[in-house]
């Protein structure tokens, strides 16, 4: 399987990223450039948290109109997955991937710390491999996770079951309902703020964010090497 | 030339953090009548008249970069001047 980590003026996760996906699960994995004009190549599509573009304007804001992000939509339209987290969660909501919008965190304070988080959707390609209500240990590090949506955009996150994370303790940023991460309707794209690529090892305090890559890698198997 | 000035401000419905911590410091500062306080964005934009359509290029503008309608309102003013 091959992962594609995006990388845009800003980026500052990507090579923790890159390092999840070769070194912790042995997947092939590369750098894609913002201004690529093809993901063809690539069975999945991972959008590293940083800084793109400075945050100027709003996070994700400049980003979105990045040329590879044309492609970004054409491989989540072909049911490919595509894995956005923290700032690349931003990005998925600028562009429309995924519903709602960040805003800056009710304590107004950058937060860095790891959280416990519930897993309350295991159905999905990129949790497949957690237990529903699951409790997993993953870093957050950002300064706008609040995330937001009106009542209507709620009540189908919640029809749809598109709610795949919460906070399980405190809620750290102040986002609605305690929303860590979201999917689009399909279930192939995900937005979530905290860091899995960042709890790979026990060394480093937690390996809970390894089964995340995981699952995409036997979701991918399942559909295209098992009936191959 | 067009100057265009635009007001960028949190729905009245979104929390605003930031105002509130302005406020809080304005009431240290023994403002203390001050009710609310919104923290928005103004921005200028310079375009040649020679531009047409202004008006939908700058709600696009608007609409599609500089606010995020999910949390935003936006509203803008466009000025033409003749070049000296």
Redesign the interface.
């Known amino acids: 399987m091959k992962f594609a980590v995006i990388v845009f003026p800003g980026s500052n996760c990507d090579i923790d990223m890159y390092h999840a996906i070769k070194d912790e699960i042995g997947e092939e994995v590369e750098y894609v450039w913002h201004d690529a004009d093809t993901l063809e190549n690539y069975d999945a599509i991972l959008l590293p948290g940083g800084f793109s573009y400075g945050d100027y304007l709003r996070s994700g804001a400049i980003a979105r109109f990045s040329n590879v992000m044309k492609e970004v939509v054409k491989a989540a339209e072909q049911g490919k997955p595509v894995l956005g987290v923290c700032n690349g969660f931003q990005i998925l909501l600028e562009t429309g991937l995924l519903p709602g919008a960040m805003r800056r965190n009710d304590s107004l304070k950058f937060i860095c710390k790891t959280v416990p988080l519930t897993v309350e959707n295991n159905e999905t390609m990129f949790t497949n491999g957690y237990v529903k209500n699951e409790v997993i240990q993953i870093p957050i590090a950002h300064g706008e996770g609040n995330y937001f949506c009106d009542e209507e955009t709620m009540s189908n996150l919640k029809e749809n079951n598109q709610i795949v994370f919460t906070y399980s303790d405190e809620n750290p940023n102040g986002s609605v309902e305690n929303i860590a991460g979201i999917t689009n309707v399909a279930g192939n794209v995900l937005g979530m703020m905290p860091h899995p690529e960042r709890a790979m090892d026990t060394l480093l305090g937690s390996e809970d964010g390894k089964k995340l890559f995981q699952s995409i890698v036997k979701h991918w198997r399942e559909k295209y090497v098992v009936n191959a | 030339m067009y100057k265009v000035k635009v007001y960028i401000t949190?729905r009245e419905s979104?929390?605003d953090?930031?105002g509130s911590?302005v406020k809080q410091a304005l009431h240290s500062m023994e403002f203390k009548s001050v009710e609310d306080v919104r923290v928005g964005k103004y921005m200028e934009l310079t375009l040649p008249s020679s531009v047409e359509n202004v008006e939908a290029a700058v709600e696009e503008m608007c609409h599609r970069?500089?606010a995020?309608p999910?949390?935003e309102d936006y509203r803008y003013e466009i000025e033409e001047s003749v070049a000296q």
């Open positions: 949190l979104v929390l953090p930031q911590a970069l500089l995020n999910v949390i």
